[in-house]
């Protein structure tokens, strides 16, 4: 074979050696710089694409964090099962609203348990509401030491005097099982 090589003229080896720097060029990219390039471009893909689903993980970390911390304070708020009893509860806050005077009809529903949960509803009555009154119930309802929702509320102006309101509203209590 060098023998071969050895017979060549001049001219036909430039040719023969630049054949072979061409072939050995091409099989370099093709081999190797190219599947390496294309490595490189995917692992920048996962690269970036880690990061998107670990900064989609940390937002779902706070809020899993935000509706944990939500439902502890739920939680805590619950009133225990040996409580004051809702109708009490429903009295102190229409009393410390000053409204106590103005409920014309307090009437309890039966109990509904979810899980662990026991749900009371009471259906209340005001009449000859001021708008500064209903502002104070809704608001002892939400300041509640224990968990009280306001539920169906209807809000009517009285035919008598268009200044004075009725309201009609249910509130939940949620106390613990025993």
Not at 130 to 151: T, W
């Amino acid at each position: 074979m060098i023998s071969h090589i050895d017979q060549l003229e001049q001219r036909e080896k430039i040719f023969l050696g630049a054949g072979l720097l061409f072939l050995l060029a091409v099989a370099l990219f093709y081999g190797i710089l190219q599947p390496y390039a294309k490595a490189m471009q995917r692992a920048d893909k996962s690269i970036a694409a880690k990061r998107l689903q670990l900064q989609e993980l940390r937002e779902v970390q706070a809020e899993y964090q935000a509706l944990r911390n939500s439902m502890q304070r739920a939680e805590a708020k619950l009133a225990p099962a040996t409580a004051t009893s809702s109708l009490a509860l429903a009295e102190d806050i229409a009393t410390k609203a000053g409204s106590r005077q103005k409920i014309l009809a307090i009437r309890p529903q039966p109990a509904q348990i979810q899980g662990e949960i026991v749900i009371e509803n009471i259906d209340l009555k005001f009449e000859k509401l001021s708008l500064q009154d209903v502002v104070r119930l809704l608001q002892g309802v939400e300041g509640a030491p224990v968990h009280m929702l306001a539920k169906n509320l209807q809000i009517k102006q009285r035919f008598d005097d268009k200044s004075q309101l009725d309201m009609a509203m249910t509130i939940s209590l949620f106390r613990r099982k025993q």
